[in-house]
T-cell receptor
Framework: ETGVTQSPTHLIKTRGQQVTLRCSSQ?????VSWYQQALGQGPQFIFQ???????GRGNFPPRFSGLQFPNYSSELNVNALELDDSALYLC????????????FGEGSRLTVL | TQLLEQSPQFLSIQEGENLTVYCNSS?????LQWYRQEPGEGPVLLVT?????EVKKLKRLTFQFGDARKDSSLHITAAQTGDTGLYLC????????????FGAGTTVTVRA
C-alpha cells in the first residue's frame, strides 16, 4: 500500500511569486484535503477535492486554488505569495468525500521571503 | 482561530511519569480524533472517538470523549521517550463533514 507523498518537501519563494505543491494520495483513496499549518499552530483546512471536484473550502482567499486529477493526485496553487503564506502545507487523503480518518503526507515547507 | 482549545500548550516530563492533555470546545462534535505529529512529519492518527462518554485504550494511551461530546482527554501512562511529539485533537461537526477542525496542539517532551 502506497502512502501519501508530497513534493517538494522544502521550497523558498519571494513575495508576489506563485507556487505549485503536489500530492499523491494513498492507494485506494479518492479524496484529498489540503491543510496549512503555521508555526506553533494546528492545521487549518484550505479545501478538499473529491472525484476531481472541489467539495468544500475553508476561509482562504481565491489566490489559493487547486485541482485533482483522474488518478486522485492533487495540486495546490498559491498566487501572489505573501509573507504570511510561510507554513507547512499538508495533504491528507481519505475516502468518500468526508474528513473521516485522514492519512497525511510529510508536508511541503514553504518559506516566503 | 482554533475552535478547539488544547491544554497545556507545553508539557515536559521524566520518562516513567504519567501525563494528561486536554481538548475543549464550546461546540458539539460528531466525532473527535487524536493525532501525533513528530518534527518534519505529518500528523498520524491515533484514535477516533464517536460516542459521548466513550473510553478507548491503545496500549499505554487512554482516550476519553466527554459525555456532551464537547471535550476529550488523552492520558499516557508510564511515558517513554518515543511518546515525544505534538499531540493534536481534531473534530468533525457532522458525521459527513468534509473537514476537520484542529486544535493548536500540546507539545509533549519526555526526558530520559
Amino acid at each position: 500500500e502506497t502512502g501519501v507523498t508530497q513534493s517538494p518537501t522544502h521550497l523558498i519563494k519571494t513575495r508576489g511569486q506563485q507556487v505549485t505543491l503536489r500530492c499523491s494520495s494513498q492507494s485506494g483513496h479518492n479524496t484529498v484535503s489540503w491543510y496549512q499549518q503555521a508555526l506553533g499552530q494546528g492545521p487549518q483546512f484550505i479545501f478538499q477535492y473529491y472525484r476531481e471536484e472541489e467539495n468544500g473550502r475553508g476561509n482562504f482567499p481565491p489566490r489559493f486554488s487547486g485541482l485533482q486529477f483522474p488518478n486522485y493526485s492533487s495540486e495546490l496553487n498559491v498566487n501572489a505569495l505573501e509573507l504570511d503564506d510561510s507554513a507547512l502545507y499538508l495533504c491528507a487523503s481519505s475516502l468518500g468525500g468526508v474528513a473521516g480518518e485522514l492519512f497525511f503526507g510529510e508536508g511541503s515547507r514553504l518559506t516566503v521571503l | 482561530t482554533q475552535l478547539l482549545e488544547q491544554s497545556p500548550q507545553f508539557l515536559s516530563i521524566q520518562e516513567g511519569e504519567n501525563l494528561t492533555v486536554y481538548c475543549n470546545s464550546s461546540s458539539v462534535f460528531s466525532s473527535l480524533q487524536w493525532y501525533r505529529q513528530e518534527p518534519g512529519e505529518g500528523p498520524v492518527l491515533l484514535v477516533t472517538v464517536v460516542t459521548g462518554g466513550e473510553v478507548k485504550k491503545l496500549k499505554r494511551l487512554t482516550f476519553q470523549f466527554g459525555d456532551a461530546r464537547k471535550d476529550s482527554s488523552l492520558h499516557i501512562t508510564a511515558a517513554q521517550t518515543g511518546d515525544t511529539g505534538l499531540y493534536l485533537c481534531a473534530g468533525a461537526y457532522r458525521s459527513n463533514d468534509y473537514k476537520l477542525s484542529f486544535g493548536a496542539g500540546t507539545t509533549v517532551t519526555v526526558r530520559a
